[in-house]
């Protein structure tokens, strides 16, 4: 069987009949708000994001995390803020992220937070730059059911690696990915589906063909190539691609640059997910990596509340008002990531 298929029928099984229904009320609700204009919302999120910490141990340079340039405060999960939301969400929720911003592995409690929601059958990811995925914990992440692991790796050598994964060693998560699907085969488990994520920019661009092969030597079930967001990209950027198909931007004239997407009034990820931060505040999406939409925190109040409240009810507004008025909005890539089989 294709190993593609096999991670979606796994995600299939964990499909309950609530969160079945829980889907149909989001869906027809979003279409109902894109047919009135106004912000009709039923069910509740189908997928969230959990920031396991914010601590990074590289120094990407468009990255939050690695130029530790918060304006937020900085930490980790704890174990009752991630249990509360869990058991909140868990009859609905059908897919888990353990990822915003930082590194997972950091979070020493991040592999029992990941059995905690398996244990509910939650579908559950993470995207980790594979410098933590020793021989120990390659076992126990395996062990802990996750079903998804998406490992960052954006060059086939060294030189290249470096250039973006700032502070970053290629042999690592070399290494890594070898402890995962040697495990794999070990406990004789089909989880998780390994993915090889490649950011695409300029200085690892001519490497795609080169780490399709070397996914496919590892036994990794899957390659993205994903496009990257780029924050002063307005005079261009020596990171842009030259490959069309994988920039997010295009030049329009003058040396200036402007994002592809057509912001449309409407957003889909208002409607079905939301990120949470690792001390409990409620925020629109991933693109608001500084939490400056905070909708709400958990520490104040139930899930439910939040997700049904005025901020949340005027933010959804806003975006079938004018969503190019919403700053981090306007370089937004819904729909830019390419997937390639490997």
Same mark, same amino acid.
């Given at each position: 069987m294709n190993r593609n298929w096999r991670d979606g029928l796994n995600y299939v099984s964990k499909l309950t009949p609530l969160r079945l229904w829980n889907m149909v009320q989001l869906v027809s609700s979003y279409y109902l708000s894109k047919a009135t204009?106004?912000?009709?919302?039923?069910?509740?999120?189908?997928?969230?994001s959990l920031e396991p910490t914010?601590?990074?141990?590289?120094?990407?340079?468009?990255?939050?995390?690695?130029?530790?340039?918060?304006?937020?405060?900085?930490?980790?999960?704890?174990?009752?803020?991630?249990?509360?939301?869990?058991?909140?969400?868990?009859?609905?929720?059908?897919?888990?992220?353990?990822?915003?911003?930082?590194?997972?592995?950091?979070?020493?409690?991040?592999?029992?937070?990941?059995?905690?929601?398996?244990?509910?059958?939650?579908?559950?990811?993470?995207? $980790?730059?594979?410098? @933590?995925?020793?021989?120990? /914990?390659?076992?126990?992440?395996v062990e802990s059911g996750l079903d998804r #692991? +998406?490992?960052?790796?954006?060059g086939i050598t060294q030189e290249t690696y470096e250039q973006y994964r700032v502070g970053g060693k290629l042999e690592k998560v070399i290494a890594g990915t070898k402890n995962i699907i040697k495990w794999k085969r070990l406990l004789k488990s089909?989880?998780?589906?390994?993915?090889?994520?490649?950011?695409v920019v300029k200085p690892n661009e001519h490497q795609l063909d080169e780490v399709r092969d070397l996914a496919n030597s590892l036994g990794v079930d899957e390659v993205a190539f994903k496009t990257a967001q780029i924050y002063d990209y307005e005079n261009g950027?020596?990171?842009?691609? $030259?490959?069309?198909? @994988?920039?997010?931007?295009? /030049?329009?004239?003058?040396?200036?640059?402007?994002?592809k997407n057509? #912001? +449309?009034?409407?957003?889909?990820?208002?409607w079905h997910s939301c990120v949470i931060t690792w001390d409990g505040k409620v925020v629109p999406c991933c693109f608001d990596k500084d939490a400056h939409y905070q909708l709400g925190s958990m520490e104040?109040?139930?899930?439910?509340?939040?997700?049904?409240?005025?901020?949340?009810?005027?933010f959804r507004q806003s975006l079938i008002n004018s969503r190019s008025e919403i700053?981090?909005?306007?370089?937004?890539?819904?729909?830019?990531?390419?997937?390639?089989?490997?």
């Amino acid at each position: 069987m294709n190993r593609n298929w096999r991670d979606g029928l796994n995600y299939v099984s964990k499909l309950t009949p609530l969160r079945l229904w829980n889907m149909v009320q989001l869906v027809s609700s979003y279409y109902l708000s894109k047919a009135t204009g106004k912000p009709i919302h039923y069910g509740m999120p189908t997928s969230i994001s959990l920031e396991p910490t914010t601590a990074c141990n590289l120094r990407c340079p468009e990255c939050p995390s690695g130029l530790r340039s918060f304006t937020r405060p900085t930490g980790t999960l704890t174990n009752e803020t991630y249990q509360k939301v869990i058991d909140e969400l868990a009859p609905r929720l059908s897919y888990l992220i353990f990822y915003f911003q930082g590194e997972p592995y950091l979070n020493p409690k991040f592999l029992d937070q990941v059995r905690y929601a398996s244990q509910k059958r939650v579908y559950t990811a993470t995207s $980790t730059n594979a410098h @933590y995925l020793n021989d120990e /914990q390659a076992k126990a992440t395996v062990e802990s059911g996750l079903d998804r #692991l +998406i490992i960052s790796i954006d060059g086939i050598t060294q030189e290249t690696y470096e250039q973006y994964r700032v502070g970053g060693k290629l042999e690592k998560v070399i290494a890594g990915t070898k402890n995962i699907i040697k495990w794999k085969r070990l406990l004789k488990s089909k989880k998780p589906h390994v993915i090889f994520q490649y950011l695409v920019v300029k200085p690892n661009e001519h490497q795609l063909d080169e780490v399709r092969d070397l996914a496919n030597s590892l036994g990794v079930d899957e390659v993205a190539f994903k496009t990257a967001q780029i924050y002063d990209y307005e005079n261009g950027s020596e990171l842009i691609p $030259t490959i069309e198909k @994988y920039a997010r931007y295009k /030049q329009v004239g003058n040396g200036q640059w402007a994002i592809k997407n057509k #912001l +449309i009034n409407h957003c889909w990820k208002m409607w079905h997910s939301c990120v949470i931060t690792w001390d409990g505040k409620v925020v629109p999406c991933c693109f608001d990596k500084d939490a400056h939409y905070q909708l709400g925190s958990m520490e104040a109040d139930g899930f439910k509340s939040i997700w049904r409240g005025e901020s949340y009810r005027a933010f959804r507004q806003s975006l079938i008002n004018s969503r190019s008025e919403i700053e981090m909005c306007k370089n937004c890539s819904e729909g830019t990531k390419v997937w390639a089989n490997s």
